[in-house]
């Protein structure tokens, strides 16, 4: 009895834990909220208003900093371009991950570990240390100022990521499966493609997620491929507004918000997805 007397409730401390849990969540909110909330307000004000009262709502609100962008051609073209390539790129690191995903997670051949391996120690190599000898190597190709000069570069770079999250589901896929597919007449082929792919549709939606994202975000890449206007990306479209109209800060703060909104309303679309594949992923692991 003494023993179950002192014995700690699962919810011993509760109360206290989950005020600390919940001062952190307002912290970091504030911390992420303040700046957008400072952007937004700061797109309807004039350059001197942002000098003379730069905490203080909009006086006169002057929504021509957002209409001016909304009417410009070239921030659609740039959202085009940016909605393309990442679309491709996705489309690509999926669809070769998700097949080297399954070799590795189903397949047993020699050397499957250290090649392996060698796909994870891609996530050790920086980006940038990459990016002359792959200028020098796409300008070999002629893919300069072409999109393909990006996508397969992103795709390569989106790899390792995501065959290591794949592999991890397509391994906790029980074998009786497999072997009542095969003894079925199911190939290889058409397991995957039958019913490992739909089973693992979690992971695919999370790393289809983190595809899209890291290729809208993507600056350094695109500033090295392209020098046609008209091919640069929402991230390249920022820098040149920035320098067009840098004692205009107002606009600049207008053209950054629009250009944030298609990445935030995507992440706000595919958060449950996101959220769901990597629960999954934790709890099979």
């Not at 700061?42 to 208003?49: A, D, E, L, N, V």
């Not at 089973?199 to 790393?207: E, G, I, R, W």
Request: with cysteine; charged share 10%.
């Amino acid at each position: 009895m003494s023993a179950n007397r002192h014995k700690q409730s699962p919810t011993s401390g509760g109360p206290l834990r989950s005020l600390s849990l919940h001062a952190i969540v307002v912290i970091t909110a504030l911390f992420v909220g303040i700046p957008l909330l400072y952007g937004v307000l700061g797109g309807f004000k004039t350059t001197r208003q942002l000098s003379s009262n730069p905490l203080g709502l909009p006086n006169p609100w002057v929504p021509e900093n957002y209409t001016s962008v909304l009417g410009s051609a070239s921030f659609w073209q740039m959202l085009w371009n940016s909605t393309y390539i990442a679309v491709l790129t996705t489309l690509v690191v999926v669809a070769v991950s998700a097949l080297a995903a399954y070799v590795f997670a189903r397949f047993a051949f020699r050397g499957r570990e250290a090649l392996f391996t060698m796909f994870a120690a891609g996530l050790m190599f920086p980006f940038a240390v990459a990016i002359l000898p792959l200028f020098v190597l796409l300008r070999m190709f002629g893919l300069l100022d072409n999109p393909l000069g990006v996508i397969l570069p992103q795709a390569a770079f989106g790899m390792p990521m995501t065959i290591i999250i794949l592999r991890g589901f397509f391994r906790a896929i029980p074998g009786e499966i497999e072997e009542a597919a095969i003894l079925d007449g199911c190939t290889p082929f058409g397991f995957f493609w039958r019913i490992l792919l739909p089973m693992a549709k979690p992971a695919v939606a999370t790393v289809s997620v983190l595809a899209v994202v890291n290729s809208w975000n993507q600056f350094m890449l695109p500033l090295v491929v392209f020098s046609d206007d008209s091919l640069f990306t929402i991230p390249l479209g920022v820098q040149q507004f920035q320098g067009q109209y840098a004692t205009d800060i107002a606009r600049v703060m207008a053209y950054i918000v629009v250009a944030m909104l298609p990445a935030l309303g995507f992440y706000a679309v595919a958060e449950r997805q996101l959220v769901s594949g990597l629960t999954a992923g934790a709890i099979k692991g």
